[in-house]
């Protein structure tokens, strides 16, 4: 039986930090809101996708999740991250210290449906534990079809997810300089 009281600390697997995701009671300076992933700048989305990155991996790790509900490159599809992001945000408000008792089990309830959802999902997008494709795209007639698709293997998840948003952050942030957008308050520059 395991001892809960104030000194207990749970066994940690090797890899695994010392910090619980549960634990950052800093990384909420505001009431969570909706994440418009469109409209995010530069900054915003380097925050939005390492706080989601740490949620995700507590996520999976807490509830045994498998590669066919949440892969290691889940951040690579748009589908993936949009359904993860509403999730994290359903969770932040469920455990919210003022919500009502019974809000977890609404979570769980919905986490249950977003598991169908997100396994329906990655089977469509090919994506999986040792590989990784762009999600297909259906062209209707008159568009013009996008490149070959094909698989590439998964040498680092770690790496390919800093890259990612490396990538991520310098092309917002590129867009920003283009539209002349001050990034501090979102005003058009002269």
């Known amino acids: 039986m395991a001892n809960f009281d104030e000194?207990?600390?749970?066994e940690q697997e090797p890899d695994e930090p010392a910090e619980s995701y549960l634990g950052?009671?800093?990384?909420?300076p505001e009431p969570p809101h909706p994440i418009n992933w469109e409209l995010l700048t530069a900054d915003e989305a380097e925050t939005e996708w390492l706080e989601l990155n740490g949620w995700v991996n507590w996520l999976r790790r807490t509830y045994g999740l498998p590669s066919t509900v949440i892969?290691?490159?889940w951040h690579r599809h748009a589908e993936l991250v949009w359904e993860l992001s509403a999730l994290h945000l359903h969770?932040?408000?469920?455990?919210?210290?003022?919500q009502n008792g019974s809000a977890p089990?609404?979570?769980h309830r919905d986490f249950a449906d977003a598991q169908i959802r997100l396994r329906e999902w990655v089977a469509a997008s090919g994506t999986k534990l040792d590989r990784d494709r762009p999600t297909r795209q259906t062209y209707w007639p008159g568009e013009k079809s996008g490149p070959e698709i094909s698989e590439t293997p998964i040498e680092n998840?770690?790496?390919?997810?800093?890259?990612w948003v490396i990538e991520d952050v310098n092309r917002r942030r590129a867009s920003e300089d283009a539209d002349g957008i001050d990034p501090t308050t979102g005003e058009i520059q002269d």
């Open 7 to 10: 000194g207990y600390v749970p």
């Open 24 to 28: 950052s009671d800093d990384l909420y």
């Open 71 to 73: 892969p290691p490159l």
């Open 91 to 98: 969770w932040l408000g469920a455990y919210d210290p003022e």
């Open 105 to 107: 089990l609404g979570w």
């Open 157 to 163: 998840r770690d790496e390919d997810f800093v890259q």
